[in-house]
């Protein structure tokens, strides 16, 4: 990541990235496995070592290629006070989220997030942003806020992708763990191993074009939608 510098009325931008990304932070990431539940209930994933593996291919070909380039796609909308580009973005991510599941929690997870900026930081950006969306009668996708709030608060292009890809992929995977027998080691040795992906998902996220936007994850997708008849669910999908 790019170096720390002054940020959102002078604070230390590296302090707010620690902040935003921080488990913590409300935005109910950690209720959401995005199929990976169903995978794990069918026995498709009994190790560590195919949940990672199932984690690394949700991250390059559904993050990376579809909520990663709206990410960017953001940020540089809000640069510009986009807002009516920031609407059609968020109706994009929203129509690519194929399953029922998938788009509910990108809307949770999103409207979760932009009451979370607007209630403690409380930017001009988030502010437009809520009133935009709320014109066009549409539920903020998460993907879209974490880029208009990562402008907001001053981060780089560079740090809102790294830092949006590294949560996701964190949040995911603590969600394994609690699913799975795996121990806290395990889990941040997966996270480890994931940093290279996780850059590389982030150049191919900035660099890609949003009419070439993606989900390619039909897999996960179709344990989406198999997800609410699960007989016991500890996750929302």
């Known amino acids: 990541m790019t170096a720390a510098r002054a940020s959102h009325n002078g604070r230390d931008s590296f302090l707010l990235l620690l902040q935003v990304t921080n488990s913590t932070f409300p935005t109910g990431s950690f209720c959401h496995s995005y199929g990976l539940e169903t995978l794990i209930a069918e026995g498709l994933i009994r190790s560590p070592e195919t949940a990672e593996e199932w984690c690394r291919r949700w991250l390059r070909f559904g993050v990376a290629c579809c909520d990663g380039v709206a990410v960017a796609g953001a940020f540089r ?13 968020n109706r994009l991510v929203q129509s690519l989220k194929i399953s029922r599941e998938a788009r509910e929690a990108s809307a949770k997870t999103g409207v979760a997030l932009l009451a979370a900026c607007r209630d403690i930081f409380n930017t001009p950006e988030i502010s437009r942003l809520d009133a935009s969306l709320k014109e066009h009668d549409m539920l903020p996708h998460h993907a879209v806020v974490y880029g208009v709030a990562s402008a907001g608060l001053g981060f780089s292009q560079t ?40 850059e590389r998902s982030a150049e191919i996220a900035s660099s890609r074009n949003e009419s070439t936007m993606s989900s390619m994850n039909a897999a996960l997708d179709a344990a989406s939608m198999r997800h609410e008849r699960l007989s016991t669910r500890l996750c929302i999908s």
Do not use: K
Not at 77 to 89: C, I, K, S, V
Not at 174 to 193: A, F, H, K, N, W
């Open 159 to 198: 740090q809102a992708l790294e830092t949006y890809l590294w949560s996701s992929f964190s949040n995911l995977i603590s969600v394994v763990g609690r699913l799975l027998p795996l121990g806290q080691t395990d889990v941040q040795r997966i996270l480890l191993e994931a940093m290279p992906l996780i």
């Open 77 to 89: 909308r809000t640069l510009y006070e986009d807002m009516n580009g920031l609407a059609e973005l």
